[in-house]
């Protein structure tokens, strides 16, 4: 109930200073009267008393006057006192209360920034810890097809080598092969040629007619230039014998046995036979 009177924005302390200042008031009444009757009660002349009477009343009158005056003044000053000092409160109060509004609404603001700035840090955090687990994603699938690259080089390297290996096997078993064809054919060749060249040295043994003065231990070499068909297109003497008769019946008797035997191969020809040297000895000479 107190507190409601002396509440500054109610009208109970407003009342309440009113009935405290009737209440003074009548007081002083009650305290001023009794002093006026004693003083009306002492004998003085009738005249006399009766303007001491109202002379006295009318200073006591003023008296009152100017002491409630003076109450009302005090009493009005400790109102406005009192209503200035309840303002005060109040906008004290209120300042306060906004001060503290204010306070709180910064904190509140602090701790949304703060917030704000946590949780942004937190995401990007957040961002950073993924963006590195995909750096970590893409460094292990580079890693795994780097790996896998370097197996599957090295697993090609291998069947390169694998086949080169074998190629070269294969290159060495064709290399022996056509060394013992080539052989072969050397041999076939050198057979070929060596009965053509009997075959050769035959026919012209067959037409050969050496003169008399003709020696066994004589030895005559001609070169002789031949065609495919076993014609002679040149006879010639390289190593003579010492004698002239012999070796013009050398010359003839090679031209008498044309066409000469050829063998039917051209590369045998052409590496033996187009241009060849052959001895001759009067094997039935006569010493």
Not at 9 to 37: D, N, R, T
Not at 149 to 171: I, S, T, Y
């Amino acid at each position: 109930m107190w507190k409601k009177l002396l509440d500054p924005q109610s009208y109970g302390l407003a009342i309440l200073v009113a009935v405290i200042l009737h209440a003074v008031i009548i007081a002083l009444f009650a305290i001023q009267w009794p002093a006026e009757k004693r003083q009306m009660a002492e004998p003085t002349p009738k005249n006399i008393q009766a303007k001491v009477i109202q002379t006295e009343s009318k200073q006591a009158k003023q008296r009152k006057l100017a002491e409630q005056k003076r109450l009302k003044d005090e009493n009005w000053k400790k109102y406005l006192a009192k209503k200035k000092a309840a303002k005060d409160k109040t906008r004290k109060a209120k300042a306060k209360k906004d001060k503290a509004a204010k306070d709180k609404a910064k904190k509140l603001a602090a701790k949304n920034k703060a917030d704000k700035k946590k949780a942004l840090a937190l995401k990007q955090k957040e961002l950073k810890k993924e963006e590195l687990k995909k750096k970590e994603l893409a460094a292990e699938k580079k890693r795994l097809k780097q790996e896998e690259l370097e197996e599957q080089q090295a697993f090609e390297r291998e069947q390169e080598a694998e086949l080169l290996e074998a190629l070269a096997v294969e290159e060495q078993e064709r290399s022996i092969e056509k060394a013992l064809l080539d052989e072969q054919q050397v041999q076939k060749n050198e057979a070929i040629t060596n009965s053509i060249v009997a075959q050769i040295q035959a026919k012209i043994y067959e037409t050969w007619r050496y003169p008399p003065s003709a020696r066994p231990d004589m030895r005559v070499r001609v070169k002789i230039q031949l065609v495919p068909t076993g014609e002679v297109i040149n006879v010639s003497i390289t190593v003579g014998s010492g004698n002239e008769a012999v070796d013009r019946s050398v010359i003839a008797a090679v031209k008498r046995a044309q066409p000469l035997p050829v063998p039917k191969d051209g590369r045998i020809f052409e590496q033996q036979f187009r241009n060849f040297s052959m001895e001759f000895s009067p094997k039935d000479a006569v010493w």
